[in-house]
């Protein structure tokens, strides 16, 4: 696991990406396949901006039509997004272009769309980049665990996510990430491997809560657990709380 001082160092070494939301610092990478960044290691990035594509014409379907989802987003070469890949494995193809981003590139995002005819076919209204961030290994004295406002957290096929509200002012840097806690064996053989969410808000205020989400991919996890064996547990500070939740790997 990547080290809590290894991962600030490289900050300075590699450029911002496009994230969601401002004064937010993650321990985030984007998963990508171009030969730019194949194989990133994970960044302190600062999130900014507040969404990345959008279309919109006049006869737009209505809004109740449309659903959002966490999924991934390929690009071609020109910097199209020609398809989206749905945590459950399925493809889906937009009939109607957007660009601005990365060519060649898999974007984790959040994307708004409605069916077009059939189950593949979709017509995209917005897409979010959302971050992706791999534990990291933080000693006692360095963690950080200031609460944040639980929304939602779910296990997809390949990732753990995240929606949450993060107590703050206009101003305030918030840095967050997860942390490797270590993994642990059960009565009957069975492996456990912990997370905690780590969060320093640099004692900012608590004006309002800034709604956003970050996903944990778990692929990598399969060198220490079983699929349909073992597990994973999740620790958040939460602002009503510690709160734990174990999903099967």
Same mark, same amino acid.
Not at 62 to 70: A, C, D, G, I
């Given at each position: 696991?990547?080290?809590?001082?290894?991962?600030?160092?490289?900050?300075?070494?590699?450029?911002?990406?496009?994230?969601?939301?401002?004064?937010?610092?993650?321990?985030?990478?984007?998963?990508?396949?171009?030969?730019?960044? %194949?194989?990133?290691?994970?960044?302190?990035?600062? /999130?900014?901006?507040?969404?990345?594509?959008t279309?919109?014409?006049?006869?737009?379907?209505?809004?109740?039509?449309?659903?959002?989802?966490? !999924?991934?987003?390929?690009?071609?070469?020109?910097?199209?997004?020609?398809?989206?890949?749905?945590?459950?494995?399925?493809?889906?193809?937009?009939? +109607?272009?957007l660009?601005?981003?990365?060519?060649?590139?898999?974007?984790?995002?959040?994307?708004?769309?409605?069916?077009? +005819?059939?189950?593949? $076919?979709?017509?995209?209204?917005?897409?979010?980049?959302?971050?992706?961030?791999?534990?990291?290994?933080?000693?006692?004295?360095?963690?950080?665990?200031?609460?944040?406002?639980?929304?939602?957290?779910?296990?997809?096929?390949?990732?753990? +996510?995240?929606?949450?509200?993060?107590?703050?002012?206009?101003?305030?840097?918030?840095?967050?990430?997860? %942390?490797?806690?270590?993994?642990?064996?059960t009565?009957?053989?069975?492996?456990?491997?912990?997370?905690?969410?780590?969060?320093?808000?640099h004692?900012? $205020?608590?004006?309002?809560?800034?709604?956003?989400?970050?996903?944990?991919p778990?692929?990598?996890?399969?060198? /220490? !657990?079983?699929?349909?064996?073992d597990s994973?547990? !999740?620790?958040?500070?939460?602002?009503?709380?510690?709160?734990?939740?174990?999903?099967?790997?």
């Amino acid at each position: 696991m990547p080290t809590l001082s290894t991962t600030i160092s490289r900050l300075t070494k590699n450029s911002p990406l496009l994230l969601l939301f401002p004064h937010l610092i993650v321990y985030a990478f984007f998963h990508s396949q171009a030969p730019l960044h %194949s194989s990133p290691p994970p960044h302190l990035v600062e /999130w900014r901006g507040i969404l990345l594509l959008t279309q919109c014409n006049k006869d737009e379907a209505p809004l109740e039509s449309y659903r959002s989802e966490l !999924l991934m987003v390929h690009t071609t070469s020109h910097g199209d997004i020609d398809k989206l890949l749905t945590d459950e494995g399925q493809v889906l193809l937009p009939t +109607n272009a957007l660009r601005g981003v990365r060519p060649d590139t898999t974007y984790r995002a959040l994307a708004t769309f409605r069916y077009v +005819n059939d189950s593949k $076919r979709v017509e995209l209204r917005q897409v979010v980049l959302i971050p992706t961030a791999l534990p990291i290994s933080i000693k006692e004295e360095a963690m950080r665990t200031a609460p944040i406002q639980l929304l939602s957290l779910w296990k997809t096929p390949h990732y753990i +996510n995240l929606r949450f509200g993060i107590p703050k002012s206009f101003k305030g840097n918030h840095i967050i990430g997860w %942390s490797f806690r270590g993994i642990s064996s059960t009565h009957n053989g069975h492996r456990k491997l912990h997370l905690q969410l780590y969060h320093d808000d640099h004692a900012d $205020r608590s004006d309002y809560f800034e709604e956003t989400y970050l996903s944990c991919p778990i692929q990598q996890f399969s060198q /220490w !657990l079983v699929p349909g064996v073992d597990s994973i547990a !999740l620790n958040i500070n939460t602002v009503k709380g510690q709160y734990q939740a174990v999903f099967p790997y």
